[in-house]
């Protein structure tokens, strides 16, 4: 009945941490959406402290989770796997952090004729990690409706793909040659890997599914 417990408290930890990557986009989305309409630094810089602080709410529960793990010798079929899923979802949250570093650090400029795609962009990027933490969610109870979550994954991570090449395209072929458009053109690669690290996290799932299932 202890580790039964021990496990419970596991899931529940790891439940937590999926709320607190969902903040994280959440926060991060919110942030894109109010610089595109407002480049003012002092209030950017507030709304990018959410997002900081709640990828880094994320690492510490991480953290727990891996301390709980082996201290207690909890699901020791599975660890591996589970401790590989939390470090490749991990590399979710530090991504978007990384996009809004990027417009911080860099002075990136969003040209008012791109907020919409990039805005698009930044939705079909968040929708991608909601299907991944449904996924990861399910994982301990559901694998049918995990498999379907990891359908939408590579659904939305292939959409983005198309939005990050329609969009730098685009933007090349208004001929603006200038240090900003090359910076916008990372910034746009920057934001579409967050779709991309949700996509990797889903190959582990479906690796840990094929285990079990064996």
Same mark, same amino acid.
């Given at each position: 009945m202890f580790f039964v417990n021990k496990q419970k408290e596991v899931q529940s930890q790891i439940s937590e941490y999926c709320a607190s990557v969902l903040e994280c986009m959440d926060n991060f989305q919110d942030s894109v959406k109010h610089y595109c309409s407002d480049t003012?630094?002092?209030?950017?810089?507030?709304? !990018?402290a959410k997002v900081h602080?709640?990828?880094s709410k994320a690492d510490d529960i991480r953290r727990e989770i891996e301390v709980m793990m082996y201290s207690k010798s909890l699901f020791p079929e599975s660890r591996g796997d589970i401790m590989g899923l939390l470090e490749t979802m991990d590399r979710v949250p530090n991504q978007a952090e990384s996009a809004i570093r990027m417009i911080w650090n860099q002075y990136v400029?969003?040209?008012?004729?791109?907020s919409a795609?990039?805005?698009n962009l930044v939705d079909i990027c968040c929708r991608s990690v909601d299907a991944m933490v449904e996924s990861a969610e399910k994982l301990f109870s559901d694998f049918t409706n995990a498999a379907v979550a990891l359908g939408k994954i590579d659904e939305l991570e292939s959409?983005?793909?198309?939005?990050?090449?329609?969009?730098?395209?685009?933007? !090349?072929?208004e001929k603006v040659d200038s240090i900003s458009t090359i910076v916008f053109r990372d910034f746009i690669k920057c934001v579409a890997q967050i779709s991309d690290r949700a996509e990797n996290v889903g190959d582990r799932i479906r690796i840990i599914i094929a285990k079990r299932t064996i």
């Open positions: 003012d630094r002092k209030a950017a810089k507030t709304s !990018f602080k709640a990828e400029t969003i040209p008012e004729q791109h795609e990039i805005l959409e983005a793909d198309r939005i990050e090449a329609a969009l730098i395209e685009q933007v !090349f072929s």
